[in-house]
């Protein structure tokens, strides 16, 4: 068990899997992450096969420990994720958090960063060989696999020394603590989470216990955390959060000693990417830092396509992203930073759309905005947008995306898997969260919507989201044009002579990916209340009058007609830019139920 960063073993597990003749080779990435889309799911959430949840009932909104899910129970599962369709499973953090600290069963508070938390296995004395026992399962299945990060914060390690008086800090135990000009004091915890007066610097602590402190020994410096210690500026990424306690990313030594940890983390358990958690927290070049490493060492042992994407948590998301991925081209820099970023842009316009509070003509705003934001930016992969992780809910979100409306459990059903249609034509990596196939509807608190999926209703194939999720994304893997089309919103017109976005809620969301010589199309009606029959605008060039669009897929129970193309002569276009236009132009009728969404392509 390695302790530090430039030990024996540690150092003959990065040895091994380098590609220069050993037997341990790493498992190669996916020649495209759009080929995939990834079941995001909490390991303490998920599944034990063994043994059934801690707490009743299982979506208690007020219970935040451990409910005893564990990498078994992820193993076990496995088939049921990949004949969803999914292509990758996205883990929840894994890595040791202390073991005195109930509430971390999410993961996030990590105090030994090469090591898997001995909670999450069924026999804690082999938890790393479990984890990989995992890995190596899923890569079996036909699954790619990606470890949620932190490096922004560790766990609960030590108490702050509270002035007398200071009641914030008292009430906590010294867990929280406020910011000041200079650092404050501490004790740092032992094994059992006690305080220890007499443990003031962590690297004077004589023999450090296993499991407590920070590991690996690099990183048992006082110096490389913030102990809340504030810049004096208005800077809210500064601070704990709660008890977990932030690291000073701007500080070389620690971006040295995190960046050699993950990469032994990626070597360990042979792992294809990595979510990246906080990541507009990170100070300085950090995150491109971060990024960089990661993809050269994973290049550097055979995966050449290895995934980072980041958490950017904020309202004005979209620029802020624009800070954190690839690198901006009228810089000089060498480096390319992280891939990509969870599409939060996307979630806070794309959700309320779906949901009819807001008009389909804000998502169109959303995306012409980005393309101005992210005008200059490269990813790795080139064209940043097109590699988003894209969702509609999450464990962060408090809410779910499935209302159930009392005395009405399935009235808005049919909501979800419009918003899940859309969202997996759109342009980017669709992300599922875990339970969303079986219809969980969490909201209101963090554990709300962190539910113990094994606990009820567990892991039906035959219910009617599991179902539809499955035949939509059949779909996507059948038609390229989902995946790596060029995206264009359509006007529609419900009298056949005036085209436009819909710019009031409750309206008809219409959109084409072309790739080639193929155009597929998702129209949406986003209402609850009545059918709508409108024209959508199709390319003229690849669509003639004479032509038909089939339907894909409909997540309503009829096999709708084939809709023909018709040639539009008398017409006025709205077009996105804000001028107006006229035909000739090429259109399908399409006629809607209430919250019904369609597929469609010649």
């Not at 023999?207 to 490389?224: D, G, I």
């Not at 979100?397 to 499935?402: D, F, L, S, T």
């Not at 990916?513 to 949406?524: P, T, W």
Request: net charge negative.
């Amino acid at each position: 068990m390695p302790d530090s960063l430039f030990s024996t073993e540690f150092q003959s597990v990065l040895d091994a899997v380098k590609d220069n003749g050993h037997s341990q080779k790493a498992f190669p990435s996916p020649a495209d992450w759009r080929d995939q889309w990834i079941y995001f799911l909490m390991v303490d959430r998920f599944n034990n096969a063994s043994a059934p949840p801690r707490h009743t009932p299982f979506d208690d909104p007020d219970f935040f420990g451990f409910q005893g899910g564990n990498f078994a129970g992820v193993r076990n599962q496995l088939s049921y994720i990949k004949d969803l369709g999914a292509g990758a499973i996205w883990l929840s953090p894994v890595l040791k958090n202390v073991p005195f600290e109930e509430g971390t069963y999410h993961g996030y508070g990590i105090h030994d960063f090469l090591h898997a938390d001995p909670r999450f296995a069924a026999d804690p004395a082999h938890a790393d060989d479990e984890l990989r026992a995992l890995v190596d399962a899923a890569h079996a299945a036909g699954l790619y696999v990606i470890l949620d990060i932190v490096l922004n914060h560790t766990g609960n390690v030590f108490a702050y020394v509270c002035d007398p008086g200071e009641g914030h800090c008292t009430s906590t135990g010294g867990a929280e603590a406020d910011l000041r000009p200079t650092p404050r004091a501490v004790q740092w915890r032992d094994e059992t989470g006690h305080a220890r007066a007499d443990w003031p610097d962590v690297a004077a602590i004589p023999s450090p216990p296993r499991n407590a402190v920070l590991w690996p020994r690099e990183l048992q410096q006082n110096r490389l955390l913030r102990r809340q210690q504030t810049d004096g500026s208005a800077d809210d990424t500064i601070g704990d959060f709660a008890s977990l306690k932030q690291f000073r990313s701007d500080f070389v030594e620690l971006q040295q000693a995190l960046i050699r940890a993950y990469q032994y983390v990626i070597a360990r358990f042979d792992v294809d990417g990595f979510r990246i958690d906080t990541l507009r927290y990170l100070k300085g070049k950090f995150p491109l830092l971060f990024g960089n490493s990661m993809r050269e060492f994973a290049l550097s042992i055979g995966k050449k396509n290895f995934f980072t994407f980041g958490e950017v948590f904020v309202s004005d998301a979209e620029q802020q992203i624009a800070r954190f991925i690839g690198r901006t081209t009228s810089t000089d820099a060498d480096l390319v930073g992280v891939d990509a970023a969870l599409d939060y842009p996307l979630y806070f316009n794309l959700k309320p759309v779906m949901k009819g509070f807001a008009p389909p003509s804000n998502l169109v705003d959303m995306y012409q905005f980005r393309k101005s934001v992210e005008a200059g930016v490269l990813s790795s992969h080139g064209d940043a947008t097109r590699y988003f992780v894209t969702f509609l809910d999450n464990h962060d979100v408090k809410e779910r995306i499935r209302f159930v409306q009392p005395g009405e459990e399935t009235a808005f059903d049919d909501q979800v898997t419009m918003a899940l249609a859309c969202l997996f034509a759109l342009p980017g990596i669709p992300c599922l969260y875990y339970g969303t196939e079986q219809g969980l509807k969490g909201r209101g608190s963090d554990p709300a919507v962190r539910e113990a999926l094994w606990g009820s209703p567990g892991f039906d194939r035959s219910s009617f989201f599991y179902r539809q999720i499955a035949a939509m994304t059949h779909v996507r893997a059948q038609t390229p044009a989902l995946r790596y089309g060029r995206f264009y919103f359509r006007q529609i017109s419900g009298d056949g002579e005036h085209f436009g976005i819909s710019t009031f809620p409750n309206g008809v969301l219409a959109f084409s990916r072309i790739l080639m010589d193929q155009e597929a199309m998702v129209v949406a009606n986003c209402t609850s209340q009545e059918s709508r029959s409108f024209d959508v605008i199709v390319d003229a060039t690849l669509n003639p009058p004479g032509s038909a669009f089939r339907t894909l897929y409909t997540n309503k129970a009829h096999a709708p007609a084939p809709a023909p193309v018709v040639l539009k002569t008398h017409v006025t276009v709205n077009e996105l830019n804000g001028t107006t236009g006229s035909g000739p132009l090429n259109a399908v009728r399409v006629d809607l139920a209430p919250l019904e969404v369609r597929i469609l392509a010649l």
